[in-house]
């Protein structure tokens, strides 16, 4: 089983739709989490850390489950420009090791 | 706004050689990474680095790699003889001190081409 595991994606979807993306995680261990969005042969960016009450910033909500292991982003009134791959990152912080999923690949059509 | 730095944006090397590859990460960050991402792969972690010293390493660091700070600013990773499948994008991350803040930032990464 990948540590870190994330809906393979393509996702195809027309401006203004909501669309959420789901990623697991198998080590309990893990402390913090965070999305990334990667945009074609360029460094991952940080979109946002991802906390167990939840957090949002303008169209994005991300969420935490510790308790099955799972997080989720939800982009809301997807723009054009949100078209990117976007990679869920889970650290064990202790161990100063980062594990990236494969990454979910978003393209918001006219 | 403070950004990790990476030279040179693309090296192409020949098969056997030595490389190296800089980074420039935030000024006040303590902790210091390298990761990989071969065309059209994923992110692979290699290195976490940490008070001088390697704190982790994943299994693709083997001992063709090293990394090291040699001075205040800059951060390393040599590969000692490169082979072909070393080709891929390098990219340098680095984090603020403990309790700050656990989320890394990257550097606009290197091209690495072993021929």
């Known amino acids: 089983r990948k540590e870190v595991e994330q809906d393979p994606g393509p996702f195809n979807v027309p401006e203004g739709a909501t669309v959420a993306f789901n990623c697991t995680y198998s080590?309990?261990?893990?402390?913090?989490f965070f999305w990334y969005r990667q945009d074609c042969r360029k460094e991952p960016k940080l979109l946002m850390s991802v906390y167990s009450s939840g957090n949002e910033d303008g169209r994005f909500t991300a969420q935490l489950n510790r308790a099955s292991q799972y997080i989720s982003l939800l982009i809301r009134d997807s723009k054009l420009s949100d078209s990117a791959t976007y990679l869920c990152v889970v650290n064990i912080v202790s161990a100063g090791k980062s594990t990236f999923g494969d990454g979910t690949t978003l393209t918001v059509k006219p | 706004e403070p950004e990790v730095t990476q030279t040179p944006s693309h090296q192409v090397t020949q098969m056997g050689q030595e490389v190296i590859l800089r980074c420039v990460p935030i000024?006040?960050?303590?902790?210091f990474y390298w990761y990989r991402q071969i065309l059209g792969q994923k992110v692979e972690f290699l290195v976490s680095?940490?008070?001088?010293?390697?704190?982790?390493k994943s299994e693709i660091f083997d001992d063709q790699f090293s990394v090291e700070r040699p001075d205040g600013s800059n951060f390393t990773l040599k590969i000692r003889s490169t082979k072909l499948e070393d080709s891929a994008m390098y990219f340098c991350?680095?984090?603020?001190?403990?309790?700050?803040?656990?989320?890394?930032?990257f550097g606009p990464g290197t091209r690495l081409t072993v021929t």
């Open positions: 991350a680095s984090r603020p001190p403990a309790g700050d803040s656990y989320e890394q930032y």
């Open positions: 080590n309990s261990a893990s402390q913090s």
């Open positions: 000024s006040n960050h303590l902790y």
């Open positions: 680095f940490y008070n001088n010293e390697i704190s982790e």
